[in-house]
């Protein structure tokens, strides 16, 4: 691997510099204390009009050059851009915190219809995708259907024009700010599990489909249970083919393996955990001037940021050259799942006792109570988006070769 920029990719970085630098609206940058900023697919629907206001520019200041959807082909509005190029967006749009336009829609389905949607399909849904007026859900899980998601029961029934579908989804990120939701559904009981299932796209509004918050342990709305009673879908909707859902499901997966964002996301905490330690305010809570064991494990932490760094640019690299990763990207998802708990516990034991402190807006509470409140939301990170124990497995299985258990 070269980790130095050619002169193109130099180039390339310094213009998406300048447009972040330029175009983002005050709303997204680093320090805003405007309520729930960072959030677009909230903003575009919020009550203030300021903040719609930012994500309308945002995103007109994205299309402008492609970026909503930097990895579609330019026949579909998108970029086009190639690997590399996409891995030095991300890198720069991460480091800046700028929020991504367009969610799942652009970063899942629209790469998804465009490999199997028909021609109708592409017309209807990728424009909408990219303009930012349609945001979509990924209806997956259900209640006994997680890792194992081939066990799904959601049954879509044949009538007519239409599917009937019944079921429950379950940790439905984003439906209750989203428009359409996409979603897996068995529409053969009787075929082995890993065949009978159909992908299907449908309103969000659609009678009988309805959406309940789930409330996480820090108090914050971010998904929900989905419930369908006998909601119609047009059976127009059904990308690929009938009960050939669960491969159109997996390659759409296949979308979400890098992860640069990570290893940026976590060296940043721990430099401004460092900063912040080390300073006026910060040095009176923190336990590192006491505490070797304490500097040595930051140490180390910041040292696994550069691991994971490199875990994603071995991906990216692999991809340039044409290469489909599968136990790297899972390397990878495991080790970041894995460093942003050990950092959220490393955050508070340097805090000791003002660790406890959850309010934010207490002045005694350090970095804005924000390890305190990583190391309740990273619980899930090792479950979510596909467990630990099943990252190893394929680690196991298709990276070292070791016989199924």
């Known amino acids: 691997m070269d980790w130095n920029d050619s002169a193109e990719q130099a180039t390339f970085r310094a213009q998406v510099r300048e447009v972040i630098e330029t175009k983002m609206p005050e709303r997204y940058r680093r320090g805003s204390s405007a309520e729930g900023a960072g959030s677009w697919q909230s903003d575009r629907i919020s009550k203030d009009p300021a903040a719609r206001q930012a994500a309308s520019e945002w995103a ?3 299309a402008e050059r492609g970026w909503i959807a930097p990895h579609w082909p330019k026949e579909y509005g998108g970029a086009g851009l190639s690997p590399m190029e996409q891995f030095v967006f991300k890198q720069e749009m991460a480091q800046a915190q700028a929020p ?4 799942m829609g652009v970063s899942l389905l629209g790469p998804t219809l465009i ?5 109708a399909q592409r017309a209807e849904h990728l424009p909408r995708i990219l303009s930012g007026e349609v945001a979509w859900a990924e209806g997956y899980s259900e209640p006994g259907a997680g890792s194992d998601l081939a066990s799904l029961q959601t049954r879509a029934i044949k009538d007519g024009d239409d599917y009937v579908i019944n079921g429950q ?21 009787e075929a082995p599990k890993h065949r009978g299932i159909s992908f299907l796209m449908m309103d969000i ?15 914050e709305h971010g998904f929900n249970e989905t419930f369908f009673e006998d909601v119609r879908v047009p059976a127009k909707n059904l990308v690929g083919d009938e009960n050939r859902g669960w491969y159109v499901g997996a390659s759409l997966l296949d979308f979400e393996r890098s992860n640069i964002a990570g290893a940026i996301e976590n060296r940043r905490l721990l430099t401004n955990l460092i900063t912040y330690a080390g300073s006026a305010e910060g040095r009176p809570k ?3 001037s006491e505490s070797v064991a304490l500097r040595h ?3 180390d932490a910041y040292v696994q940021t ?9 991906i990216i690299s692999m991809q340039n050259r044409g290469l489909i990763p599968n136990y790297e990207a899972s390397t990878s998802k495991l080790f970041n799942s894995e460093l942003v708990q050990r950092a959220a516990r490393l955050g508070t034991r340097v805090f000791g006792l003002y660790g406890n402190l959850w309010d934010r807006d207490d002045p005694m509470a350090p970095m804005g109570a924000q390890f305190t409140r990583l190391y309740v939301t990273s619980i899930p990170r090792t479950i979510a988006a596909g467990s630990s124990e099943i990252q190893r497995n394929i680690i196991a299985t298709r990276g070292l070769g070791l016989p199924r258990g």
């Open 60 to 62: 007109n200041a994205l």
């Open 100 to 103: 991504g336009v367009g969610g």
């Open 115 to 119: 490999v199997h949607g028909t021609e």
């Open 169 to 189: 989804k379950i940790w439905t990120s984003g439906a209750h700010t989203a428009d359409w939701l996409f979603a897996l559904v068995r529409t053969d009981p």
């Open 205 to 219: 509004h659609t009678p009988g489909l309805n959406v309940r918050p789930l409330i996480n342990m820090a108090w």
């Open 286 to 288: 923190s336990r590192l």
């Open 297 to 299: 494990e930051l140490a």
């Open 306 to 314: 550069e691991v994971l760094f490199n875990f994603s640019f071995r």
